[in-house]
C-alpha cells in the first residue's frame, strides 16, 4: 500500500499471535499440573506408610501384653511366696 516493504494481513497477525498465547499458556497449565503432581508425590512418600504403621501398631500391643502377662506371673509368685511363708509360720 504505501511503498516498499512487506505487507502484512492483521488478521493473520492477530490469529499467529493468539495462536502462540494459546500455546504458551498450555505450557504453563501442564508445568504447573505437573509441579502439583510431583508435589503430591513427594509428600504420599513423606507420610507414613499404613502397613509399616500397622505393624508397629500390632508389635507395640504384643509388648505391652506380654508386659502385662510378665507383672502378672511376678505378682502371682509374689503372692504364693508370701501365703508359703505364712503357712510356714503358722506351722
Known sequence: ????????????????????????????????????????????????????TGLARLFCDIHCVRDAVIRGDRTINRNIQKATDITNRNL
Do not use: H
Open 1 to 52: 500500500p504505501m511503498g516498499v516493504g512487506p505487507e502484512f494481513q492483521l488478521s493473520d497477525t492477530c490469529s499467529k499471535s493468539m495462536e502462540v498465547g494459546r500455546l504458551v499458556l498450555g505450557i504453563a497449565k501442564d508445568v504447573w499440573a505437573e509441579g502439583i503432581a510431583y508435589d503430591l508425590n513427594v509428600k504420599d512418600t513423606a507420610d507414613c506408610d499404613p502397613f509399616q
